[in-house]
Protein backbone atom coordinates (compact mmCIF):
# COMPACT_ATOMS: atom_id res chain seq x y z
CA UNK A 1 0.00 0.00 0.00
CA UNK A 2 1.04 3.55 -0.19
CA UNK A 3 2.87 4.98 3.24
CA UNK A 4 2.63 8.71 3.82
CA UNK A 5 5.40 10.13 6.78
CA UNK A 6 4.12 13.06 8.30
CA UNK A 7 5.32 15.45 11.22
CA UNK A 8 3.59 17.40 13.53
CA UNK A 9 4.39 20.98 13.00
CA UNK A 10 2.65 22.12 16.47
CA UNK A 11 0.94 25.12 14.33
CA UNK A 12 -1.34 25.69 11.77
CA UNK A 13 -0.08 25.63 8.07
CA UNK A 14 -1.90 27.09 5.39
CA UNK A 15 -1.85 23.49 3.32
CA UNK A 16 -5.37 22.00 4.66
CA UNK A 17 -7.39 24.34 3.18
CA UNK A 18 -10.45 23.77 0.70
CA UNK A 19 -8.12 24.94 -2.26
CA UNK A 20 -5.71 22.55 -1.35
CA UNK A 21 -8.75 19.50 -1.50
CA UNK A 22 -9.93 20.62 -4.79
CA UNK A 23 -6.16 20.55 -6.07
CA UNK A 24 -5.62 16.96 -4.63
CA UNK A 25 -9.38 16.09 -5.65
CA UNK A 26 -9.36 13.77 -9.01
CA UNK A 27 -5.59 13.76 -8.98
CA UNK A 28 -3.80 10.40 -9.56
CA UNK A 29 -1.25 9.44 -6.90
CA UNK A 30 2.11 10.71 -7.22
CA UNK A 31 1.11 13.35 -10.30
CA UNK A 32 1.04 15.72 -6.74
CA UNK A 33 3.67 16.31 -3.64
CA UNK A 34 2.81 13.82 -0.85
CA UNK A 35 -0.06 14.83 1.21
CA UNK A 36 -2.69 13.34 3.23
CA UNK A 37 -5.24 14.30 0.69
CA UNK A 38 -3.31 12.51 -1.87
CA UNK A 39 -3.74 9.12 0.31
CA UNK A 40 -7.11 9.87 0.94
CA UNK A 41 -8.07 10.86 -2.89
CA UNK A 42 -6.34 7.24 -3.41
CA UNK A 43 -8.54 5.51 -1.35
CA UNK A 44 -11.21 7.42 -2.69
CA UNK A 45 -11.11 6.45 -5.91
CA UNK A 46 -10.16 3.15 -5.16
CA UNK A 47 -13.74 3.00 -3.38
CA UNK A 48 -15.30 3.96 -6.14
CA UNK A 49 -13.51 2.88 -9.21
CA UNK A 50 -13.80 -0.57 -7.46
CA UNK A 51 -16.88 -0.67 -5.14
CA UNK A 52 -14.58 -1.72 -2.53
CA UNK A 53 -14.04 -0.84 1.43
CA UNK A 54 -11.02 1.04 1.85
CA UNK A 55 -8.54 1.41 5.23
CA UNK A 56 -6.38 3.96 6.13
CA UNK A 57 -4.26 3.49 9.11
CA UNK A 58 -2.90 6.79 10.93
CA UNK A 59 -0.31 5.51 13.38
CA UNK A 60 2.71 7.65 15.46
CA UNK A 61 3.67 8.02 18.71
CA UNK A 62 2.11 10.44 21.49
CA UNK A 63 1.91 13.98 19.97
CA UNK A 64 2.36 12.71 16.38
CA UNK A 65 -0.70 14.43 15.21
CA UNK A 66 -3.38 11.36 14.30
CA UNK A 67 -6.13 13.08 15.61
CA UNK A 68 -5.48 16.25 13.21
CA UNK A 69 -4.59 13.83 9.74
CA UNK A 70 -7.45 11.53 10.77
CA UNK A 71 -9.63 15.03 10.74
CA UNK A 72 -8.13 16.38 7.75
CA UNK A 73 -8.95 12.86 5.79
CA UNK A 74 -12.66 12.76 7.09
CA UNK A 75 -12.82 16.32 5.91
CA UNK A 76 -11.58 16.03 2.55
CA UNK A 77 -14.69 12.89 1.96
CA UNK A 78 -16.74 15.35 2.99
CA UNK A 79 -15.72 18.27 0.52
CA UNK A 80 -14.77 15.72 -2.43
CA UNK A 81 -18.38 13.79 -1.90
CA UNK A 82 -20.13 17.01 -1.47
CA UNK A 83 -22.04 15.37 1.27
CA UNK A 84 -25.60 16.56 1.90
CA UNK A 85 -24.98 17.14 5.45
CA UNK A 86 -25.63 20.82 6.72
CA UNK A 87 -21.90 20.07 9.20
CA UNK A 88 -19.34 18.24 8.38
CA UNK A 89 -18.68 14.96 9.00
CA UNK A 90 -15.82 15.40 10.77
CA UNK A 91 -17.56 17.53 13.36
CA UNK A 92 -20.11 14.98 14.20
CA UNK A 93 -17.53 12.80 15.17
CA UNK A 94 -14.87 14.90 16.82
CA UNK A 95 -17.86 15.99 18.73
CA UNK A 96 -17.30 13.20 21.14
CA UNK A 97 -13.78 13.72 21.51
CA UNK A 98 -14.19 15.54 24.73
CA UNK A 99 -16.05 12.62 26.34
CA UNK A 100 -13.70 10.00 24.54
CA UNK A 101 -10.97 11.59 25.81
CA UNK A 102 -11.76 11.98 29.71
CA UNK A 103 -12.18 8.42 29.73
CA UNK A 104 -9.31 7.70 27.49
CA UNK A 105 -6.57 10.21 28.05
CA UNK A 106 -3.91 10.81 30.90
CA UNK A 107 -0.95 12.71 31.83
CA UNK A 108 2.25 10.73 30.63
CA UNK A 109 5.84 11.86 30.66
CA UNK A 110 6.35 12.91 27.30
CA UNK A 111 2.27 14.12 26.56
CA UNK A 112 -0.11 16.01 29.17
CA UNK A 113 -3.06 14.87 27.23
CA UNK A 114 -2.26 11.43 25.81
CA UNK A 115 -4.51 9.44 24.09
CA UNK A 116 -4.09 6.00 25.93
CA UNK A 117 -6.11 3.74 23.53
CA UNK A 118 -6.81 3.16 20.08
CA UNK A 119 -9.59 4.30 17.72
CA UNK A 120 -11.83 2.79 14.42
CA UNK A 121 -13.74 5.36 12.57
CA UNK A 122 -15.94 3.90 9.88
CA UNK A 123 -17.28 6.21 7.46
CA UNK A 124 -20.08 4.79 5.11
CA UNK A 125 -21.23 6.34 1.91
CA UNK A 126 -24.16 5.79 -0.11
CA UNK A 127 -24.14 4.53 -3.97
CA UNK A 128 -23.15 8.07 -5.08
CA UNK A 129 -20.51 7.93 -2.78
CA UNK A 130 -21.64 10.66 -0.41
CA UNK A 131 -21.08 9.86 3.15
CA UNK A 132 -24.47 9.06 5.05
CA UNK A 133 -22.72 8.74 8.56
CA UNK A 134 -19.90 7.77 10.56
CA UNK A 135 -18.87 5.22 13.25
CA UNK A 136 -16.48 5.35 16.37
CA UNK A 137 -14.95 2.22 18.31
CA UNK A 138 -12.35 2.82 21.08
CA UNK A 139 -10.41 0.31 22.14
CA UNK A 140 -8.63 0.77 25.98
CA UNK A 141 -5.06 -0.25 25.45
CA UNK A 142 -3.88 0.87 29.04
CA UNK A 143 -6.13 -1.05 32.10
CA UNK A 144 -3.34 -1.07 34.38
CA UNK A 145 -3.89 2.89 34.61
CA UNK A 146 -6.54 2.88 36.29
CA UNK A 147 -5.30 0.85 39.70
CA UNK A 148 -1.48 2.19 39.15
CA UNK A 149 0.62 4.91 37.97
CA UNK A 150 4.04 5.45 36.91
CA UNK A 151 6.24 8.51 38.55
CA UNK A 152 4.84 11.89 36.93
CA UNK A 153 1.88 10.41 35.46
CA UNK A 154 -1.58 10.84 36.00
CA UNK A 155 -5.02 8.49 36.25
CA UNK A 156 -7.27 8.67 33.27
CA UNK A 157 -8.60 12.49 33.41
CA UNK A 158 -11.78 11.62 33.96
CA UNK A 159 -10.92 10.47 37.41
CA UNK A 160 -9.99 14.14 38.28
CA UNK A 161 -12.82 15.92 36.96
CA UNK A 162 -14.99 13.56 38.59
CA UNK A 163 -13.07 14.29 41.99
CA UNK A 164 -13.15 18.28 41.19
CA UNK A 165 -16.96 17.98 40.26
CA UNK A 166 -17.69 15.94 43.60
CA UNK A 167 -19.46 18.46 45.79
CA UNK A 168 -21.59 19.40 42.66
CA UNK A 169 -25.77 18.77 43.82
CA UNK A 170 -26.27 16.94 40.43
CA UNK A 171 -23.25 14.43 41.44
CA UNK A 172 -24.49 13.08 44.90
CA UNK A 173 -25.43 9.93 44.35
CA UNK A 174 -22.01 8.98 42.99
CA UNK A 175 -20.75 9.72 46.82
CA UNK A 176 -17.42 11.02 45.67
CA UNK A 177 -17.05 13.05 48.87
CA UNK A 178 -15.64 12.47 51.93
CA UNK A 179 -17.70 10.09 54.16
CA UNK A 180 -17.24 7.21 56.05
CA UNK A 181 -14.08 4.76 54.86
CA UNK A 182 -14.10 6.85 52.14
CA UNK A 183 -11.62 9.09 51.21
CA UNK A 184 -11.41 9.63 47.72
CA UNK A 185 -10.91 13.87 48.38
Do not use: W
Amino acid sequence: GIILVAINPYKQLPIYGDAIIHAYSGQNMGDMDPHIFAVAEEAYKQMARNNKNQSIIVSGESGAGKTVSARYTMRYFATVSRSSSNAHVEDKVLASNPITEAVGNAKTTRNDNSSRFGKYTEISFDQSYQIIGANMRTYLLEKSRVVFQVENERNYHIFYQLCASAMQPEYEHLKLGRSQGNNLL
